[in-house]
């Protein structure tokens, strides 16, 4: 094996490899121990394999580590990880702790720290990258940074301090909000808390959206109002009424008080539904313009950053006002017919006249088939006016039948069961997976 040091935050996303060259996942953290005179031992890697498990890795396995790459093996136990007393994951835990210099000069954070293999092919922590404090007002001006040994600093701990969760951040700054989500699962419940609130809003919002509600419900609780307030405003219209649907009825009252008023408008639209239609599922942000909007226009509208893809599949044409709800459903432009057709065409004339649209209170069974019959991402609904009030995407529905516990499942159904699923969606049977969870509000 490789004897180079290695830092840890660098080694976060490395794909691990089997001998034969076959990718066996992610790292997504380093596992240490505490010994009472040497620096913590290294006991191994936590990997993230397809499926989205996290597993253990012994350092023992690992054959070599570097250029981007670890090599291991092959022998991988695939039973999920879950911590024990005593052990400490690096990234999550270490990463952005304060130490003080056993010299006496003072305090610095936790900011890397370094592995190498020792003579007897045991890895150990042989060096922190640390930052003091900085010395000038200037906010250009960073601290000095330093090297240290594990027996020159010791751990500041302080009662009620919370430790800093900035590095750990700027470590996962580059994965996407289901995976973030799944990583913060995966962390000490305190230690979650501490991160979520360090997140900015925009980032919470999008990672909670991914989690399971229970979760959600606990980490929106760990925020003040006014913060909670905040992130429910970035939130996806309906996500955010799934979540305060969660709520004490009190609770959520106060949200939705202190939410931006268009936004709480919305939110409470939403909540006047059952969970189970399809006014339920819909989100209320769809992309609505008017049918002299031409190709171009429309085009410009779904290349946004911040669109869903399945958003983004359809424009909606109506007569005005053009935000829900709207005036008079004309019809839908797929994203693909578009393609088709010169930037100055109206996208009134190319309406797809085989769509029909759903009211409100059509059931998520009905709106499921019509997905699937018709290979469609969204479907329109509409008001008993025929007005636009928002669309049902694959990915609502998706959420919708899915059990609640989809995110840490395992992948590992049986086709029996999977075969009766598809039954039921014939038929129309389909059950509540939510049949514990309560109406969202009143009706």
Known sequence: MSATRVFVARLAGCIVFDPAGDRVGKVRDVLVVYRKNDPPSVVGLIVEIPGKRRVFVSINRVTSIGSGQIITTGLINVRRYEQRGGEVRVIAELLGRKVLFTDGSGEATIEDVAIKEGTEADWAISQLFVRRPKTSASPFVKGVTNFATWAEVREKKTEGQAQSAEHLIATYSDLKPA?????????????????????????????????????????????????????????????????????????????????????????????????????GLMTTEPIIVSADATVAEGLARIRRHDLAPALGAAICVTLPPYEAPTGRFLGMVHFQRMLRYPPHERLGTLLDAGLDPVTADTSAAEVSRILASYDLVSVP?????????????????????????????????????????????RTGSIPLPGAQRTTRGPQ
């Open 179 to 279: 995976d973030l989500a799944n990583t913060l699962l995966d962390l000490p419940r305190e230690r979650m808390f501490e991160v979520a609130g360090e997140l900015p809003d925009d980032r919470l919002a999008d990672v909670l959206e991914e989690m399971p509600e229970s979760d959600q419900v606990g980490i929106l609780t760990s925020l003040g109002d006014a913060r909670a307030a905040d992130v429910l405003d970035q939130m996806q219209p309906d996500d955010a009424a799934d979540l305060i649907a969660q709520l004490p009825e009190e609770r959520g009252e106060q949200l939705l008080d202190l939410m931006e008023p268009e936004e709480a408008e919305d939110v409470r639209f939403l909540l006047s539904y059952a969970p189970d239609t399809a006014g």
């Open 381 to 425: 609904v509409v008001d008993e006016n025929y007005r636009l009030v928002g669309v049902v995407t694959i990915d609502d529905v998706l959420d919708y039948l899915l059990p609640d516990d989809w995110r840490s499942h395992d992948g590992n159904d049986d086709v029996r069961r999977r075969a009766t699923a598809r039954s039921e969606l």
